[in-house]
């Protein structure tokens, strides 16, 4: 064989099975999303081009390293060459036992959300594909050494040669000389290789032009949210304290909504709601902190992929990173650690690059950033002398030592911690709301839809001292109601304001309806569009939340300005307990804080509210709670007056 068809054997095995196993990992891709269940044929060929491109790279590096490296054993010597050969067998054991176990969800990140079945026979495939690349090398090798050097020996050289051997080499090369005859088909399977690389190539290199293509003529999205910002720190939506003037700015140049809810009071569900616009428990029936969003159902990024956006997540990462599922979509996902890096800054500057590197092509960027957060760490508005007994910045563990009873603070120590807390919204302004403006003065923002909202509120000390600061235990006013600002010249009213409440859930057919994209009917919530670019307050609706993150499980229902919060099981709760009342209602008209319970009086139309969430509550909670654990459904005096308004038959 000549060493121009050697080396074309060599490249074209390595790519053929560096395609093999980078098809194996895009398939995984598209099986766990469902996309051709979703008929997302455009997503499915990018999932399945992006990693068989780099694997057919990878793949011709591997093969022609293992080519050089033993070739020049075999030049050495038969002894040499086994001894090589071995190692490379345990080498290759010790990477699969590694990826198969310690590395797994690093190396195999989709195995978090595939059935173990589906990760053995991807990783067997993988096994398997490496595995042939390590034999055929070596037996190549090996026919070298044997046969001084060339595949093609003949029938009569092989005896002559193997007779000196005795009865092994004998045998040993006859196998060699099986292999060698294989050499044509080889050839042929190399060339086939190399010439599916290159039609790839040239695919991965065409789909972006081609999605730039289909989506042209569409508006970009920019989708900001920033965690832990409650409604009430804005000035746009009242707050006299000057924490948010960029923001503000950005909010004057287009629509705020007054009452907009998020579905859960935690970063993980909320962020579920917002990009499947379903509600929590639709999505499933456990948010823990060691769940994700299930990858069957279809999230934003991912139809604004289809249709040829380009797509990309700068995120401050935790419940809100690739690994929770919310990759989905996204051509990069980058998870950032604000704590490491000293702030959202990185992020901010990131984002920007990327937009600036875009260019015109239309593309959705979701920006995110835990500022506001705890660790709260920015002094702008605390006095030093009400610190007390804290430090200067307040971290998860003052936190931690509030939840568990041992730091109970006097009222200037809450006063510094609320406002650390204001420090750091005013800190996120100064960022994410600089990122904004950058690229306003660049004209960017000009060109692209903005959107800008928080996944749930934090708990100052409205209610619950052992829990403030915090969120993800209540459903009361101050953990979900939540920013929500868009802003898009020329389409939607600046100025304008909407006064009835909407949902988070809501957002995802808006922004597809806004941009013309195809409605999902998979999702709950309804399409603002009309609202957007007419200024006029939506059609009435009932708005959910529910998923709390710790204590007993609650739902709520906001209709109008009357609102419910039905807590099922009082006494069950996860994680730790925490006092609730089975029912409550609030007029938020005429009682914005949520301090007057009305549940001691039920009009028909607050009846009807929690016959509804009482139908949800037990939907959802029938297949967790076990019978013995479930005790008196409700309290008899309320079921009483339920029946007697004809509910709860
Ligand atoms: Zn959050």
New binding site residues.
């Given amino acids: 064989m000549s060493s121009s068809r050697r080396l074309v054997v060599v490249l074209g095995e390595g790519i053929a099975i560096g395609l093999f196993i980078g098809g194996v990992l895009g398939w995984w891709e598209v099986w766990l999303n469902s996309d051709l269940t979703h008929r997302m044929y455009w997503l499915a060929t990018q999932r399945l081009a992006g990693p068989m491109v780099p694997g057919a790279g990878w793949g011709a590096l591997a093969s022609a390293t293992l080519a050089l490296l033993l070739g020049e054993l075999a030049r050495r010597g038969r002894r040499p060459l086994w001894i090589g050969i071995v190692c490379l067998e345990h080498l290759w054991i010790a990477a699969l036992a590694a990826l198969a176990f310690p590395f797994r969800d690093t190396a195999l990140l989709l195995h978090r959300f595939s059935t173990y079945g589906l990760t053995r026979t991807v990783f067997g495939s993988i096994a398997a594909a490496s595995f042939l690349l390590l034999t055929g090398r070596s037996l190549d090798a090996l026919n070298r050494a044997w046969n001084s050097g060339d595949l093609d020996i003949t029938d009569a050289e092989a005896r002559g040669r193997a007779s000196a051997g005795g009865i092994t080499g004998r045998r040993f090369a006859g196998f060699l000389r099986a292999w060698g005859a294989l050499r044509r088909l080889r050839f042929v399977i190399a060339v086939l290789a190399l010439a599916s690389a290159g039609l790839l190539l040239i695919l991965w290199v065409l789909l972006p032009r081609l999605s730039a293509v289909r989506a042209s003529g569409r508006p970009s999205v920019i989708l900001v949210s920033i965690?832990?910002l409650r409604a009430d720190r804005l000035g746009a939506l009242g707050s006299a304290r000057p924490r948010t003037p960029l923001l503000d700015g950005i909010a004057t140049e287009g629509m705020v909504f007054e009452q907009a809810m998020s579905a859960a009071p935690?970063?993980l569900p909320?962020h579920a709601s917002l990009f499947a616009s379903r509600l929590p428990f639709d999505q499933r029936r456990l948010w823990d902190y060691n769940h994700e969003v299930p990858l069957r159902q279809t999230l934003l990024a991912e139809w604004f992929r289809e249709a040829g956006y380009r797509t990309a997540a700068f995120t401050g990462g935790g419940?809100v990173s690739s690994r929770c599922g919310f990759g989905q979509g996204f051509e990069i996902y980058e998870d950032h650690d604000e704590l490491i890096e000293g702030g959202p800054e990185t992020i901010a500057a990131a984002a920007l690059a990327w937009v600036r590197a875009v260019g015109r092509a239309p593309y959705f960027l979701f920006v995110h950033t835990y500022e506001p957060?705890y660790p709260y760490l920015h002094a702008d508005f605390a006095n030093p002398a009400d610190a007390g007994r804290l430090p200067r910045v307040v971290s998860p563990k003052e936190v931690d030592a509030i939840h568990r009873g041992e730091l109970i603070l006097s009222e200037a120590e809450r006063r510094y911690v609320t406002d650390l807390y204001d420090g750091d919204v005013a800190h996120a302004d100064r960022v994410i709301g600089g990122f904004l403006q950058t690229l306003t003065r660049q004209g960017i923002l000009d060109r692209a839809l903005v959107v800008v909202l928080s996944?749930?509120g934090e708990e100052l000390w409205d209610r619950e001292p052992a829990y403030s600061p915090d969120?993800g235990h209540s459903l009361y006013q101050e953990l979900v109601h939540v920013p929500l600002v868009v802003r898009w010249p020329g389409r939607v009213p600046a100025g304008s304001r909407i006064r009835k409440p909407v949902s988070l859930i809501d957002l995802a057919p808006t922004l597809l309806a806004l941009t013309g994209l195809p409605g999902d009917p998979a999702h709950q919530g309804r399409s603002l569009a009309r609202t957007m670019q007419t200024g006029e307050e939506p059609p009435p609706r009932s708005i959910l939340a529910e998923a709390i993150e710790y204590g007993p499980d609650r739902f709520m229902i906001r209709e109008g300005d009357l609102k419910v919060v039905l807590t099922p099981y009082p006494n069950r709760f996860n994680l730790v307990p925490i006092p609730a009342h089975t029912l409550e209602v609030f007029d938020l008209a005429a009682d914005p804080l949520e301090r007057h319970d009305l549940s001691a009086h039920l009009t028909k139309p607050v009846a009807e509210m929690v016959d509804v969430l009482w139908r949800r509550a037990r939907g959802v909670l029938s297949g967790a709670v076990r019978q013995d654990d479930q005790g008196p459904p409700l309290p008899e005096d309320l079921l009483q007056q339920l029946r007697s308004l004809g509910y709860l038959h």
């Fill in positions: 965690d832990t935690w970063t909320s419940y957060h996944d749930h969120h």
